[in-house]
């Protein structure tokens, strides 16, 4: 359709609101309100227009462009108007700065300490330079302001993790409101009130925290001026470019873009123009990459053990260090230990390297055990989430979408409330959980059950009853079924019963399956190198058969195993209880180019957006010069070369079957009246073998490890509060732990995570060995505590 | 509570499910328990799948519904711009220091609660204090100890 704008013909295919064919057009209407993710709500009026025959002035952003209109943005009563909308809004926000007659030269000399008695000004705010209300000031052009000013005097939010929120700031255009309710569907904070006393937030005068807020950062990125600030980047000011990546920490390796000053990553954002991005990304993604990139911990220089103790080495001589303990390590003595979120180059330059520089080495990675393998097995026809949305089914079985895999769980929102069903099987409330038709718990300690009578019922036909026989129904009515399995099942100890059960439903419905995890590239790891189980390198190492223990991205153990000689390449120093003989720092996320196998199996690339911090190398330049040390000349890992042997869809190999692991436990009783079921997990949230809670402390608080959590229903019933610590019995163990509360667990149920790199270790081991298990609580005796 | 909540699964029986059900019943809570309790935004949600923070979002926006159990009396300050501009948030202030509550509390002796508005409408009195349905304009906080003590 033709119209015509500032006598200027545009043209636009398909419905469009005056608004979009203007930008498109390159014409600047002021807006404030609108949001390209978001539907057009009208709520600034900064975008007033004139069309001929329409009376008054109307929205851009709400008048949808029509055949043969005339529009006109720029004359005198339209501004004059705006002016006037502009001074009402600046007249219950901090306005100095912004008609400041001084303000340009302020903003390089800052010469203007007047301002200081009364207002601390657009120069001490943590959106300076990005805030689109400076930006419309500096349109529609304004010298005074002729209302009455009033400073709402509200003390700033900084309670929370990861974002502070300063509503004195606040211009209530309620983008960060429709972003969370409009296209996150989380619903976690409202306009509150009306008139001066509107506020926003959650219900009553609950904090983010306390209202299960994703903390997905989507509000945030929304917000227009300096009301919602991300701590860690509150005082970096403006990024001078930005760089497309791909977030390493999950599975569905969500694109990102990167915020770039200098060469420091100072911010994570979803793609898309960075002041008005979405919010597709989780808390991981969105807030913890640049926590880990710019963490002070990071080891900068080669490290190696000498007598008298450790001491900071040359490459060089790092390199004929790590060389001569190669060489000096027997045939088949090598254990080598990769990390899952290594990029494809980086795993085909270990294979490369390691077979040339040792005989017979052998590979893992420590979260490789069988239940991951047949995982795996059944991963290999895992679709992408894009391919799932024209499903009519949705059932997730033990997924825990908290504060992970975002591009998934918005899926199934936006399906489920444009009415698609959706079942959830499994016991953990998470932000799916509320489009849920229906919520399947299954007997903890009985839970493959539930699978099972699914599958019988799918193939004995359709008379059976209970609950597998009404889901086997609605399985079989469908057309487009999803199936959605997370990792989550692996923390089960029925999970190779359970992932049995899900194959052969899968069959006798074609259902699609999309199974995620946070191992983010193991499907790289299992496809280029020959990997056996963790458990497999473990009883070598218990043996005494393994000389030299390399470690790349991955800490398996929390103290020193008995082996001759021990190399840690990562991101972060090892525990010094490891006693690693070599430490070598690591270029990470950001610092790399590389590629990874991404959801559907196929090849996905990036691009380095900052240099590597201190003498910190790529994993391919370390394997370069320990190659040239041991006279190895001809290994150079030439980018190219590398990505040859690299095929463009994953093809997974598992690994022998690890038929000399432990037998598995022996189901425990059901938990009697007062006792609870203990489900133990293996943190989701870590990235090369660390702790992400270690490195980000927003989220140890938001996804706590071990913590005994429990429902709050509970914790009122035995009188404990969340920061007390009691003792967990299970048969003769008993343990000591801090207890949490959060509604995402049923009454009954208390979950405890560890961090990841203290499962392989014999020295840490699990409470108790089956989860989930019947436990008793005892609350530790304390002075003036009784006991429950 | 709990007579509370199962009158609630009650009140709930009544409507559809669908967010225009959602008036109607908080002004039924209303009605039933005096005021909309954290325990009442909590059922209302699970029952029209909406979150509690969008329900208080809505309830909030109509000074009908009050989120605290009403005390013996309701002080009302006003907030509005001629108000404000005579020290209307002076008085709210002042009068949560002598009751020892924040807006939006109640005193633990039930005598009183605190609230403001945004206008009563009265601006030419201003600045407005409000007790039940009794309009105090012109007030200044040291008639407050006085004005209190009218009222058991
Ligand atoms: S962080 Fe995400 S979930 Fe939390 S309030 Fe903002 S948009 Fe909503
Ligand atoms: S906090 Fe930001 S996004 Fe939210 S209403 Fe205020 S100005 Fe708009
Ligand atoms: S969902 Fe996964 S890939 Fe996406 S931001 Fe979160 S951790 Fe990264
Ligand atoms: S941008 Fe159109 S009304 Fe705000
Ligand atoms: S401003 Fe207080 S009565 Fe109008």
């Known amino acids: ?788 | 509570m709990e007579s509370g909540i199962s009158s609630m699964a009650g009140i709930l029986k009544e409507f559809p499910v669908e967010p225009g059900s959602l008036i109607p019943i908080l002004q039924k809570s209303q009605k039933e328990f005096g005021f909309i309790s954290p325990q009442v935004v909590e059922r209302i949600a699970a029952f029209l799948k909406m979150t509690e923070n969008e329900i208080y979002g809505v309830a909030s926006f109509y000074s009908q519904f009050r989120f605290i159990p009403k005390g013996r009396h309701t002080i009302t300050v006003c907030l509005g711009t001629a108000c404000h501009v005579r020290g209307g948030a002076i008085l709210l202030e002042a009068l949560e220091r002598h009751l020892e509550i924040k807006t939006g509390e109640c005193t633990p002796d039930r005598r009183f609660d605190l609230d403001a508005v945004a206008c009563l409408g009265c601006c030419a009195l201003a600045p407005v204090v409000k007790i039940d349905n009794n309009i105090y304009g012109n007030m200044a906080v040291i008639k407050i100890k006085e004005l209190l003590e009218k009222y058991e």
């Open chain 1, 1 to 788: 359709m033709k119209l015509s704008i500032d006598n200027r013909s545009a043209e636009t295919q398909g419905p469009a609101t005056i608004l979009q064919v203007a930008s498109a057009q390159g014409i600047d209407i002021p807006h404030l309100c609108s949001h390209p993710e978001l539907a057009p709500y009208g709520g600034c009026r900064l975008c007033i227009v004139e069309v001929e025959g329409m009376r008054g002035f109307p929205t851009a952003c709400t008048t949808p462009a029509a055949e043969g209109m005339v529009v006109r943005t720029q004359s005198k009563a339209l501004q004059e108007t705006r002016r006037e909308i502009l001074q009402l809004i600046l007249s219950e926000h901090p306005s100095a700065c912004l008609i400041c007659a001084e303000a340009d030269e302020c903003r390089d000399f800052q010469q203007t300490i007047r301002k200081v008695s009364f207002t601390t000004g657009c120069r001490g705010c943590p959106r300076d330079e990005e805030c689109e209300l400076q930006k419309a000031v500096r349109t529609v052009g304004i010298e005074e302001i002729t209302f009455p000013v009033y400073f709402r005097g509200m003390t700033p939010e900084t309670g929370d993790p990861f974002f502070d929120r300063d509503y004195n700031l606040c211009i209530y255009c309620g983008r960060c409101v429709r972003i969370c309710q409009e296209h996150r569907k989380s619903a976690v904070i409202s306009l509150k009130k009306r008139g001066r006393l509107t506020t926003i937030g959650p219900a009553f005068s609950r904090s983010h925290l306390e209202a299960d807020c994703e903390f997905c950062g989507a509000c945030v990125s929304a917000c227009p001026t300096g009301a919602m600030a991300e701590k860690n980047r509150k005082w970096h000011g403006s990024a001078d470019r930005h760089q497309d990546s791909l977030c390493p920490l999950c599975s569905l390796n969500c694109e990102i873009q990167i915020a770039i000053k200098g060469n420091r990553a100072i911010g994570t954002l979803p793609p898309g123009e960075p002041g008005q991005a979405g919010g597709e990304l989780c808390v991981k993604g969105r807030f913890c990459l640049s926590e880990w990139v710019n963490h002070p911990w990071r080891i900068l220089l080669p490290r190696m053990r000498f007598p008298e103790g450790t001491g900071t080495v040359s490459w060089m001589e790092a390199a004929q260090k790590a060389g001569a303990m190669l060489q000096n390590s027997g045939k088949g003595k090598t254990a080598i230990y990769l990390s899952p979120f290594l990029t494809l180059e980086e795993i085909a330059a270990a294979r490369l390297f390691f077979q040339r520089a040792c005989v017979s080495p052998h590979f893992t990675t420590s979260v490789l055990d069988q239940k991951l393998a047949s995982f795996f097995a059944l991963s290999r026809k895992s679709v992408t989430v894009k391919e799932i949305e024209d499903s009519d089914l949705l059932i997730s079985i033990f997924l825990n979408g908290n504060h992970n895999y975002a591009p998934l769980t918005l899926a199934i929102k936006r399906l489920a409330s444009r009415g698609v069903p959706y079942l959830q099987l499994g016991w953990i409330t998470d932000p799916t959980s509320r489009f849920a038709e229906l919520r399947s718990m299954p007997e903890p300690g009985r839970e493959d059950r539930l699978l099972n009578d699914i599958a019988h019922a799918l193939s004995a036909g359709t008379g059976k009853s209970g609950e597998g026989g009404r889901i086997a129904r609605m399985l079989k009515a469908a057309k487009a079924p999803a199936i959605i399995l997370s990792a989550d099942v692996l923390n089960l100890s029925s999970a190779e019963a359970a992932l049995a059960a899900v194959a052969r439903i899968i069959k006798r419905t074609h259902a699609r399956l999309v199974t995620v995890h946070p191992y983010a590239n193991m499907a790289g790891l299992l496809s280029l190198v020959p990997m056996e189980t963790a458990g497999a390198v473990l009883r070598l190492i218990a043996h005494g058969q393994i000389d030299t223990l390399y470690l790349i991205g991955d800490i398996p153990f929390s103290s020193r195993p008995a082996v001759r000689s021990l190399i840690c390449q990562n991101v972060f120093p090892p525990t010094d209880l490891l006693a690693a003989d070599l430490v070598l720092p690591t270029a990470t996320f950001s610092e790399i180019s590389g590629s990874y196998y991404s959801p559907g199996g196929g090849r996905r690339h990036f691009q380095e957006a900052i240099p590597p911090p201190g003498s910190a190398l790529p994993h391919e330049q370390i394997f370069a010069r320990i190659a040239q040390a041991m006279g190895i000349e001809d290994l150079k890992f030439d980018p190219e070369a590398l990505s040859r042997l690299i095929p463009t869809q994953a093809r997974i190999v598992l690994p022998a079957r690890d038929v000399a692991a432990a037998p598995a436990a022996k189901r425990t009783a059901r938990r009697s009246k007062k006792g609870f079921m203990l489900l133990q997990e293996r943190s989701p949230h870590s990235y090369h073998g660390v702790d992400l809670g270690t490195i980000s402390p927003g989220l140890a608080v938001i996804a706590p490890v071990d913590t005994l959590i429990f429902n709050p229903e509970d914790t009122a019933r035995l009188g404990i509060a969340s920061g007390d610590t009691i003792k967990m019995k299970s048969g003769q163990a008993e343990k000591a732990f801090p207890v949490g509360v959060s509604k995402t667990i049923p009454p009954g149920l208390t979950v405890l995570r560890s961090p990841v790199q203290d499962l392989a270790s014999a020295a840490n081991p699990r409470p108790v060995r089956f989860s989930p298990a019947a436990v008793k609580k005892r609350k530790k005796t304390s002075p003036g505590k009784s006991h429950v």
